[in-house]
């Protein structure tokens, strides 16, 4: 396969394509802070509100890699890399469309609004859903990948390149949590509230115009400043194979890297699968859980509304706290013994954190009982506690998107398989974790009683043992490779 760049290009260039971090992960942070609630209010139960985040795991497992590779043999004039970004902008501008107006678009098409469920709003509502997770994976991948062929090889501007595109992911967070944290965003688009979408869904719309903006003004910033080279195939052969077994081709070669697995990274699997497990519940539940049990609402209700939008706040102190523990993990990883015994340790307060949300939910719910005033406006005390659980989580979380990555890469080096494969196993260790959380987290919160709790404590369980296998199982690396792939390698959720 020919080099689409004969050698690295300008440090600007890269940084103008890393900055396309900031627009996905805008979306992204609106998506995992607004959409738990919104959907709640077009009717759909608690219990079966996680069933829709299937599609991330699912997209994940398939349209990434499958993206990845198609990218890797695409032969449009040009480019490789513009034409995945291209597309997969334009997706996310249609799929944000439906999202936000999927009431209207519901309404119009025949739902009640005097009934708790509008079946046609979240039929469109699922189908934007959907639409979104595959176009955030679709744009991630090839970003990436378009970043390793502008640094041509050089290590220096590849490790410049990750570093800017985890700021830019830490920028676009902030910014996302910051705009779902804001309950009067509607107010600058007066038109967006209606009869069949309140002031929650005017303000969600509010922020997804603003998401719109960002990312078309900077994927047009990328497509018209940055070219590519349009890659051409060493022999016509190369190119008969390409068209006749894409699928097959990859679907091989990822048989293939699970066939040729060593103990290490079968290891390294099973934690970062049980890691995953302690995780996603947060991620799915976190805002639900402050609009709930922190302030006492129910979906649709003002003080619900309140506890969301400080949930939002949260997660953009999460987000920073995340941002600056990123530049401490090479550090901390030699303070405490080697990068292993960190994601051990803080597995550990991950569990801690988990299950602090038991004692924050039952003194809110003890202060409610005293004084039913605080429906909707807790006590300082838990204001604070509140914005105290999501700050500290930034901590594991930001280690939790390096180490794994990191030693992945140093047991694919030291075994001699593909570090791009390697890495494309360690994704499903990611994703099929958050399918099983996605199908059984509601029915198990239904279970005892409903809530968010039992699906948190679950989590600090898994924390726990994760923290345990990380210490007992995975080897240890030398601390010259640990320095190099901590540099390497910058892991997200998706």
């Known amino acids: 396969m020919e080099e689409p760049q004969p050698g690295p290009s300008p440090l600007c260039k890269m940084i103008l394509v890393s900055s396309m971090a900031a627009g996905i992960q805008f979306g992204w942070a609106l998506q995992l802070s607004l959409l738990t609630p919104y959907v709640q209010t077009l009717g759909v139960p608690h219990a079966w509100a996680s069933f829709i985040w299937l599609c991330g795991p699912i997209s994940g497992l398939l349209v990434q890699p499958i993206v990845g590779y198609s990218s890797d043999r695409c032969q449009s004039r040009f480019g490789r890399r513009r034409p995945f970004i291209l597309a997969g902008s334009l997706a996310v501008a249609i799929a944000v469309f439906l999202i936000g107006y999927a009431a209207d678009i519901g309404h119009a098409a025949g739902d009640d609004l005097t009934q708790k469920t509008r079946p046609r709003a979240v039929a469109i509502f699922v189908i934007g859903f959907w639409i979104l997770d595959v176009a955030n994976n679709m744009l991630q991948g090839p970003c990436r990948a378009f970043l390793g062929d502008l640094a041509a090889g050089d290590e220096k501007k590849t490790k410049a390149a990750n570093a ?59 497509l018209i400043t940055v070219k590519e080279t349009p890659y051409t195939p060493k022999a016509e052969k190369e190119t008969e194979d390409a068209e006749k077994t894409h699928f097959s081709c990859f679907c091989g070669e990822l048989c293939l890297a699970f066939k040729g697995l060593k103990r290490p990274m079968w290891m390294l699997m099973l934690v970062t699968a049980v890691n995953w497990i302690a995780w996603f519940p947060y991620f799915l539940f976190d805002t639900d859980w402050m609009g709930r049990e922190v302030y006492g609402g129910d979906v649709g209700q003002k003080a619900y509304d309140s506890g969301v939008h400080a949930g939002s706040l949260g997660l953009m102190l999460n987000a920073m706290v995340l941002a600056v523990m990123s530049l401490a993990i090479e550090p901390l990883g030699r303070v405490v013994g080697g990068i292993k015994w960190l994601w051990g340790i803080v597995n550990i307060l991950l569990a801690i954190c988990l299950g602090m949300t038991v004692l924050i939910t039952k003194i809110a719910e003890h202060e409610r009982l005293l004084n039913p005033a605080l ?37 694919s080096s030291t075994s001699g398989a593909g570090q791009g494969l390697s890495l494309g196993v360690l994704n499903i260790a990611i994703v099929v974790p958050q399918m099983i959380v996605s199908t059984i987290s509601g029915p198990w919160d239904a279970l005892f009683g409903g809530g968010n709790l039992p699906a948190f404590v679950l989590g600090a369980v898994a924390a726990v043992v994760s923290a345990i296998l990380a210490v007992l199982l995975l080897p240890t690396p030398k601390k010259a490779d640990e320095a190099r792939a901590s540099s390497l390698n910058v892991g997200g959720f998706h």
């Open 375 to 411: 429906v909707g406006n807790p006590s300082l005390g838990i204001k604070v506690g509140s914005m105290v659980f999501f700050s500290v989580l930034g901590i594991p979380l930001a280690i939790t998107f390096s180490v794994p990555f990191a030693l992945a890469s140093i047991y």
């Open 164 to 222: 800017f595109f985890s700021f830019f992911m830490a920028v676009g967070n902030i910014l996302g949590y910051a705009a779902g944290s804001y309950d009067g965003l509607h107010r600058l688009f007066p038109f967006t509230e209606t009869e069949a979408c309140n002031v929650f869904c005017a303000n969600l719309k509010s922020c997804f115009f603003f998401a719109i903006v960002l990312l078309v003004v900077l994927t047009t910033l990328v």
